[in-house]
């Protein structure tokens, strides 16, 4: 079945046959494990979970939910650490674009893209904190010369009640997905013309590209900032380093009531699960409106006509902000290699008191071992998420079969819904089907949350693709199939391989549907690298943080090495 | 063609009428193109001068819909796909394809009638030395001049040998000199093939060129 | 009498006619070879995740069993897995075969009937097992019944960096020198396992009779009998690292504040593992350790086999495995892990007594006679109200 649904060149009736199928099916991919997850999750959050002995429907679960005092601080938290790091991130985005792109200084920073996109969150987030922290390498690095200080201050720097902590880790991780969503998009728009047009016009570049560029870029980034903001608002384990404690952020505190030996608590966990859903509707919604509000503003603002500054001051501050970002990944992870080869290494020292290469040797063959089934995994469901997503594109393209009108929530669901909200009633739903817990099982998992990447990512650049060159091959005499394989594809090589690249890094960073479907069986080094991050021994993060890396960087670097070496001597493709 | 009878020939739309989801007429046209004559489409913007040329070549998508007939040398065509009309279109744009070579982009729609490569690469040179275009097979299109993209976007339509030819505002991306040379050259070239040609362009100077018929859409 | 049986019916999945009876051990090691044991267990620790590969080796060498580890980030993954397979009618073949586990969450699998057993008791190297001197046969009071088979003795300890500060041996002491040195102290958060022990052992140290901890909650006066701790708290929580507006999320953590010098008192709930971690770099070599006077508690790992386990006989092979003299004087040294072992020397033949008393207690680990008696853990109740009321009083903000 999956073999004849690949589109094969010949067999033209079966392929008009099957393709029309694709969108359905990948519908169904989508919506079959988020519904039959929710709905695993919102039986125990009305009161029914039949293996504990509950049976009764009742509301017992959200009065107990409601009577947990830290939950107006939780709330808040998730709330507030996701809209600001989302705005936050979006404003870098905005401020980098806006001052550099089309300049030399762009290329250095699109080329640094990859390497912070494939730093997995948790690595960043361990680096953040041991940078800042005040035992941290910037105190171990003044100290005691600069502060005097023999012993670390008791200063509430990471774990802050603020949350703080927690905006700048996902700030510096967000910033580099949405500029790469943003360089995606506005290779489509035609933002080169439009800002040299708006500098025509006495424009500062900054000013000009805010008018003339950035209202095109943000619809069609729209959805990835939702992405961003749903992510913020839920993620887990970024939260668990960075955040506060006392209380943690909603989901943080839900993903514990389900690790609690009590197990009625799950069925807390189960309304806590329910309500953050909520939340997070309800923050989109805001931001929703916000988006309204700002876009008037905006548009009072071009009506006055004002040019701005056409100094190169916002510029400076936009470069050291994207460089502050990236030099808190980079920097984060040069610390974990460094405690990776470390011996012990005392406070305030700045560099351990010996290079060891033991964690290595002890962790090296089972690394091995894990990466192996990290990149089978991950090699299978990005390049089943790009199969699925060229059909569903093509099949818009063909019979106006948009992905758009079954409602485009379909697509976003596994990335709007809280993970901890479905994955549970996702994983109860494989046990009920029989599914053995392996390989195959986890890969159909990681297809659910690597599809909607893949799509985004390939989508924007297949729609803003020129239908009139397609008008071209067909008088030309090529057949349907003939325009997708010798034209449409060819040229979007790059933005296919940027899909894959995408849907193999986020394949590579899953830990809790690795966890819950593989039955624990099947281990990735994320699962490894989450495990031992639960133990805090920075070696072994260390090490697992940087295989981790390697294994998304690697087809990040062949999605931008590729197309330049394919298309070496076509200068037409070289900014596609 | 068998059994047509000389007025048949050329391309006719019959009773040709494009509707909008709902039914609202967008425009309702009867034309015949004959071999070698060029009928100029003109009209605002927004007159559905583009939208005609997708009915003509059967990429007319939702929410337009065409009721009526296109016949090609008295051919049926309304039903048939693109690739099978054998009709050859030309935009504003070159719409060369950046991932090919220029011969290669020639060679894309060279009929499959004419086989071997040395035959191809021959057929390909010749219809680049034709357009002035001498040697530049190998080139990247990128590395060409307009003009030149242009002239290689009309041979590479050319050489899949249409019976008809289509012209979405054809030089407008031209300055006054290099328009005039390209207008020349392609009425030369579709005439001297018997092509029916419509172009829809906004530029009276094009219709004037032209020479043939004019048809004036929409409000205009 | 099964040979008598028709084979399709033998054959047919799902027919749990075999389950293996460790009385019978022949049975389980023949039954056992060729399995593949799934063991659940937490992975946050480079040592226990070796000593647990050496266990798997072991295994192999002498009984053809693959041990695989199922690095859990928390053993409740394990319990929810079983909990999730049960919902979903999974009543054979499930994905755990064992799991490291003790007090809460054993005993709420035990409750819910996820467990497989007794065997604990049937295994042979039961024999040498220190019945008396070791909590093996009550888990957090809750009676054991075979339903789990110990491995390591753990007893509480307090971990402190000898450059800095002395032993202190009451908790009124430990509240003094927190007011005179404040930011040098936490413990981790509850409901962590290690921080709730913390409130444990301040309890014991506090409360007038002991020996009302060992009946439920319900029965006492929960809120007298509590007040003093609530009284101590609130005295010590400024004067916690951070002012206890945060804490570390798990003891290695906490030991990690102590490789980096923001604190310089942590406890332990295993008195060899400061050795350990000195040895692995993870802690300073002036690490000590000091216990309470009037004991600290003590309590015993275990592993469990879930109701559903695929490979029981397996499961029960890597089990007493875990209990010969062999696996835990390994467990015990220092480098290994440095877990006490629940045998008693008394037991043992003497070529396997030698084999402990070779192994180096390290530098940081007290000998036997100065760990103190040791205190047994307090009814289950008790833990579940002080986690709680801890939460809401001090783990929901200000």
Redesign the interface.
Known sequence: MRARALPAPAGRGARLRLLPAVPLLTVAVLTVPVGAGLLGTALPAIGV????GHAAPGLGPFRDLFA???LA?ALRLSAVTGLAATALALAVTVAILASWSETRAFGAIRRALAPLLSVPHAAAAFGLAFLI???GWAMRALSPWATGME??P?W?V????WGLALIAGLVAKEVPFLLLMSIAALGQTDARRAATVARSLGHGREAGWLRAVFPRLYAQIRLPVYVVLAYSMTVVDVA?ILG????PPLSVQIV?W??????AL?LRAAAGAVVQLALVAAALGLWRAGEAGVAALGRAWVRSGRRGPRGRGPAALSLALAGLAAGVVLAGLGVLALWSV???????DAAPEAL?LRSWA??GPELARLLATTGAIAGLAALAALVLAVGCLEAETRY?LSIRRGGLWILYAPLLVPQVAFL?GL??AF??A?TT?GLVAVTAAHLVFVFPYVFLSLGDPWRAW?A?????????????G?VLW??RL??L?GPALTAFAVGFAVSVGQYLPT??VG???V?TVT??A???????????IGVHALAQTGAALLPFALALALPRLV?R?????QD? | MMGADATDRGLRLEGVRIERAGGATLLALDLAVAPGEVVAVMGPSGAGKSTLLAAVMGTLAPPFALRGRVTLDGRDVTAAPPERRGIGILFQDDLLFPHLSVGENLAFGLSRRVRGRAARRAAVEAALAEAGLAGMAGRDPATLSGGERLRAALMRTLLAEPRALLLDEPFSSLDQDRRDRMRRLVFARATARGLPVLMVTHDPADAAAAGGPVVRLGAG | MIRTLPAALVALPGLALAEPDPADWDAVLEAARGQTVYWSAWGGSTATNDFIAWVGERVAEDHGVTVEHVKLADTADAVSRVLAEKSAGQDTGGAVDLIWINGENFAAMKEADLLFGPFAEDLPNWRYVDVEGKPVRTDFTVPTEGYESPWAAAQVVFMYDSADMEPLPSMAALLDWAKANPGRFTYPQPPDFLGATFLKQALYGLVDDPEVLLQPADEADYAAVTAPLWDFVEELTPHLWRQGRAYPQSGPRQLQLMADDEIDLAISFSPGEASAAIADFRLPDTVRTFVSEGGTIGNASFVAIPYNASAKAGAMVVANVLLSPEAQAHALDPEVLGYGTVLDMGKLPPAARARFEEVPLGVATLPPEALGPTLPEPHPSWMERIEADWIARFGTGD
Do not use: C, I, K, Y
């Open positions: 979970m039949p293996a504990l947990w005092p830290g601080d922290a005040p035992s012993r670390p008791d509430l990471v774990q802050d009640p668990a506060p404690t006392t209380p514990r389900m690790n609690d030996p009590d197990l799950r470390a011996a012990f290494w005392a406070f305030p060891t002890r962790h106006g549970p994983q109860g046990l009920t029989g817990p020129d009139r060159l397609a008008t071209v091959a067909r008088s030309l005499g090529a057949g349907t003939g010798r034209v060819p040229m090589l966890l819950l039955g624990g069986r281990a699962t490894e989450v495990a031992l991050a639960a133990g805090g021994d920075r070696r072994a298309w001597n076509r200068r037409g493709m596609a």
